[in-house]
Nanobody
C-alpha cells in the first residue's frame, strides 16, 4: 500500500502563490504517473495537472500559465506551484498516483487551499 501525503495548503490572498507537495511512500516512485486534482464545495473532483515518470506534463486549461507541476524522483515527491491564485482556485487539492505497470491508483488525504481577501 502506497501512502501519499500532501502539504502546503493554506489561506492566501488573490494574486498570491502557494506550493503544494506530495510525498510518496514507495521506492518505485519513478514508475508512477502523478497528478493533482481538486474539489470545490458542491462540485465534482476535477483534474488539475499531471506529470509522467519521465516529466511530461498536462494541465487543465483554467490553470495553464499559472500552475506548474514538477517532481523530484530522488525525494519521491511531486509539487504543484500555484501562482496568480484567484478565489475560483479555492478547493481541497488531492494528490493522485498511478503505477504505470499495473494501473493501481492511490490518493492522498487532501489539503485545503483557500483564496480570499
Amino acid at each position: 500500500q502506497v501512502q501519499l501525503v500532501e502539504s502546503g495548503g493554506g489561506l492566501v490572498q488573490p494574486g498570491g502563490s502557494l506550493r503544494l507537495s506530495c510525498a510518496a511512500s514507495t521506492n518505485f516512485f519513478s514508475g508512477y504517473g502523478m497528478a493533482w486534482y481538486r474539489q470545490a464545495p458542491g462540485k465534482q473532483r476535477e483534474f488539475v495537472a499531471a506529470i509522467t515518470g519521465s516529466g511530461n506534463t498536462n494541465y487543465v486549461d483554467s490553470v495553464k500559465g499559472r500552475f506548474t507541476i514538477s517532481r523530484d524522483n530522488a525525494k519521491k515527491t511531486v509539487y504543484l506551484q500555484m501562482n496568480s491564485l484567484n478565489p475560483e482556485d479555492t478547493a481541497v487539492y488531492y494528490c493522485n498516483g498511478v503505477r504505470s505497470a499495473t494501473g493501481t491508483t492511490y490518493w492522498g488525504q487532501g489539503t485545503q487551499v483557500t483564496v480570499s481577501s
